[in-house]
């Protein structure tokens, strides 16, 4: 498994009117996550979109466990187990700086030509990392 650790500090607006992290910015800390795990490992979304290659998510889900509140930080631990064919399934943890598991979760990815708009194979210069990293 490769994994990346990133740092996150809940902001006001994060929260809902009970002072909860609201449910749905989970995802957006998940993406957070996933945007520094690929940059980490040296393929960060800029190239993957400059080399003619999108990266939609198809599914996505996650299970909460504990509340974080306003001023939290957290860290999302992003991991990639498995070498992608046309897929990729990127799995998460949050957890609060007091190292409680606040919410578990993936998201599935598809690989698109950017081009055609049309699925393709994951590319061989991410493949390759991965495979290298994941030995």
């Given at each position: 498994m490769i994994f990346s650790e990133t740092k996150v500090r809940v902001r006001y607006a994060d929260t809902d009117q009970m002072k909860i992290v609201y449910y749905g910015k989970y995802f957006e800390y998940f993406e957070q996550?996933?945007?520094?795990f690929l940059r980490q490992i040296?393929?960060?979304?800029?190239?993957?979109e400059q080399r003619g290659y999108l990266l939609p998510v198809i599914e996505a889900h996650a299970e909460y466990r504990k509340s974080a509140v306003f001023d939290d930080e957290l860290t999302v631990k992003t991991m990639v187990s498995e070498v992608p064919l046309a897929r990729i399934r990127i799995t998460y943890e949050v957890f609060r700086h007091d190292g409680k598991l606040l919410v578990e979760g993936y998201t599935i990815h598809s690989f698109l030509n950017a081009e055609?708009?049309?699925?393709?194979?994951a590319p061989a210069f991410l493949t390759s990392i991965l495979e290298a990293r994941l030995k």
């Open positions: 996550g996933r945007s520094d040296g393929v960060p979304y800029s190239e993957m055609k708009r049309a699925p393709t194979r």
